[in-house]
């Protein structure tokens, strides 16, 4: 884990605390998610974090992570990317399952989003498999859309 995703999994720690993060430094499983988390429910959640422009996370994942994600999305849906944008200062969350790994122009919709320094209820409400709406949630009048993924 890099500079900046090292200090994205500090927010995580302070924001996100009641999920018990646990950082996975691995050299053996190439493409397995930085952390790893716990909802109330006690399923436990795979997180990559990212940080980069809002458009560029799918370019910034590396061949193995894609593939990480692609496989086990479809076979549990406890995986998510957690990107913090520097330049606007916010964090969001995105379902593995709802983004195509395999088309580098996809545009991925966030499925919850919060300014860094501030509270993390949208994310922590979908980590824990509440509602799709919640505070915090990007709204359709925002103009974020995807560019008619499956």
């Known amino acids: 884990m890099a500079g900046p995703e090292k200090n994205l999994y500090k927010m995580v720690k302070e924001k996100l605390s009641d999920f018990n993060p646990i950082r996975i430094e691995t050299t053996t499983i190439n493409g397995f998610p930085d952390l790893i988390l716990f909802n109330k429910l006690r399923k436990v959640l795979f997180v990559e974090c990212k940080v980069c422009e809002r458009d560029k996370l ?23 990317i ?6 606007s200062r916010e964090v969001f969350l ?3 399952i709802e983004i195509d790994f395999l088309d580098p122009k996809w ?16 994310l922590s409400a979908q980590l824990n ?9 990007p709204l359709k009048s925002e103009g974020i859309t995807n560019n008619g993924g499956k």
């Open 58 to 80: 799918i370019q910034s994942l590396r061949p193995h992570q894609k593939a990480f994600h692609h496989k086990y999305s479809a076979i549990f849906d406890g995986v998510f």
């Open 129 to 137: 498999s509440d509602p799709l709406d919640v505070v915090g949630a």
């Open 82 to 87: 957690l990107q913090r944008v520097p330049s």
């Open 107 to 122: 545009v991925a919709n966030p499925c919850a989003r919060a300014v860094d320094r501030e509270n993390w209820c949208a």
């Open 94 to 96: 995105y379902r593995s």
